[in-house]
């Protein structure tokens, strides 16, 4: 796109040099609109010279500060077709179209440019997060190597690149083949990827705590309230939960009977809320947002203002429902905006979080000879450490047919999230299957490179493709009705399941787990003991193997289970949503007992 130098008359002849010095003068003063007119009046007498390309950069730069995107992006085409290899341009350019959402075009623009190394490395960076965000793993995958190869000491980058190799079943993670040494991966795994890798909560501690580090969370020393010392003017004790999932999600599913139930004639419920994520069932969030007394919007607060504004509202109890987990702000935490905080449910390991003061968890799913991988003390529940309603309604309309299943066999189940398989699982599997001639292994079709990971590693066990089903993710009603199409689900471990175990359970679906020594580890095992069914409690991965091929080859004990869970949900504590509140409140009042004293 060539401009017209039709109106060079009308500008007075000046510089590039000197419209850009005087242009960010006026930048720095806040004048952005009259440096983006010196620009334009000057852009407009002098398209195309040699020195211009410069100020068609600046103009575009300052044209994306306002949000005009669109004609920033016009602005960096010119730059481009000056320069086919201004980077700069480029970089620009692609952030121009992907805020308008343009992400095709935006990654097109930054895979055409060819960089110094420098720029090369956050082009890269660029193409990774979008394509990310994108759902596009191996793409994501393909952009980090070649930004670590450029620069292979970028921790954020190692561990991001890990992930993905996890996601995509890409065995081993850790691997020298990625030119950086194992020591340095190992270092480098993320807090949530470390549950799926360490069953030892040493390890997932340490994870933390690089993280953390990595993230300079705690740089300010600010602490707002005194430790232990709730307000005694308060009739009731105010309790904030702080959560990134004020939403349909697996931490609001369980923590809604929670907010319902606990008792109001003790406690003031707040919701410190930092809910950024897209939220396509909305009744979910409004129910909550119904029942709490109160509800505090934080998210366009910094750290320090929102950790303030909790304090401003006298919490006594804060209650972290995020952890480490997507959304999260430890930095909240981190300066005690209240006098007791504990972390539950969101993420299920020491988060490793200045002045948390406890981990909520019950006896059987904490590990005491591992009490130094955590930070916090633990605050064991009387009771279970979840507990739901039966509105497990299963439908009848779909058939193993439909959902790509044989009517004939037996059909084991898998469907959890990919990044939760190991090899080690992954091996057992495969000789359950081998166990069990006609059976098939029914898992989540994340994305095709993730598929065909998972078909070769069971090629390699000797196990043919054809015997691995793979399903598209689908609606929650949908998915519990498709579970109840399977004989028995197969637990993953270390990382195990939670809100999936809880589907299972609503399906009458027996679940086979073995618990490691994390919480993460332990979850199943402690909801399938709540239901009466220790049977499906086995202590190694030989067990687990020879439980599932004995369970495989006896329909008649998978019919029982199933009958059995069933006819436990009319007593298991686990479906008593009441009990489990009245726990929870009872636990909240020894807390803050515990740290008076």
Known sequence: ?????????????????????????????????????????????????????MCWYEYGRLLQITGAYAKAESAFKVCLEQNPRFTEGALALGKSLEAQNRFDEAISAWEKAIPPEALQIQLYNNLARLHDQRHNVEGAEQALVKSLRLDPTQDAVITTLLQQRQKLCRWPVLSQELGISET??????????????????????????????????????????????????????????????????????????????????????????????????????????????????????????????????????????????????????????????????????????????????????????????????????AGTYVAFTNDGHISTGSTRTQCGLPEDAVVYCALLNTYKITPDMFDCWMRILQGVPNSVLWLVEENPTTRRNLEQHAQRHGVTSERLRFSQRVHPAEYRTRLAMADL???????????????????????????????????????????????????????YVDKAIALGRDPQALSALKHSIAAAKETSPLFQTRLFAEHFGQAIVQATREMAA
């Open 489 to 543: 689900f197969l637990d993953s471990s270390p990382y195990g399941n939670g809100a999936t175990t809880r589907d299972v359970l609503l399906a009458n679906l027996p679940i086979l787990t073995k618990p490691g020594n994390t919480m993460m580890s332990r979850l199943t095992a402690h909801m399938v003991r709540a239901m009466g069914l220790d049977a499906l409690i086995v202590p190694d991965l030989e067990s």
């Open 184 to 381: 340095v991966q190992k270092q480098n795994v993320g807090p949530l990827m470390s549950l799926a890798l360490f069953d030892d909560p040493k390890e997932n501690l340490n994870s933390v705590k690089h993280f953390l580090a990595s993230k300079n969370y705690f740089t300010a020393s600010t602490t707002l309230a005194q430790a232990g010392k709730v307000y005694p003017s308060h009739d009731k004790l105010r309790v904030g939960f702080l959560s990134a999932d004020f939403r349909l999600h697996a931490t609001s599913i369980f923590f809604s009977p929670l907010l319902e139930h606990l008792d109001r004639n003790l406690f003031e419920v707040y919701l410190l809320d930092i809910t950024v994520a897209d939220d396509p069932f909305p009744f979910a969030r409004q129910r909550m947002m119904e029942v709490a007394e109160h509800h505090i919007p934080l998210q366009a607060l910094d750290d320090e203002a929102a950790a303030k504004t909790i304090h401003a509202h006298e919490i006594d109890v804060l209650v972290d429902l995020a952890g480490l987990t997507s959304g999260a702000r430890p930095g909240i935490v981190g300066m005690r905006p209240a006098p007791v905080q504990m972390s539950y449910i969101g993420f299920l390991a020491s988060c490793g979080i200045p002045n948390m003061d406890y981990i909520v968890t019950t006896a059987d799913m904490f590990v005491d000879a591992y009490a130094d991988g955590f930070t916090e003390k633990p605050l064991k529940l």
């Open 1 to 53: 796109m060539k401009v017209s130098m039709s109106n060079q008359t009308q500008a007075t002849q000046v510089d590039a040099a000197s419209v850009m010095h005087a242009s960010r003068e006026l930048e720095s003063k806040g004048q952005l609109d009259a440096a983006i007119q010196l620009y334009r009046q000057w852009l407009t007498a002098y398209p195309n010279q040699t020195e211009s390309i």
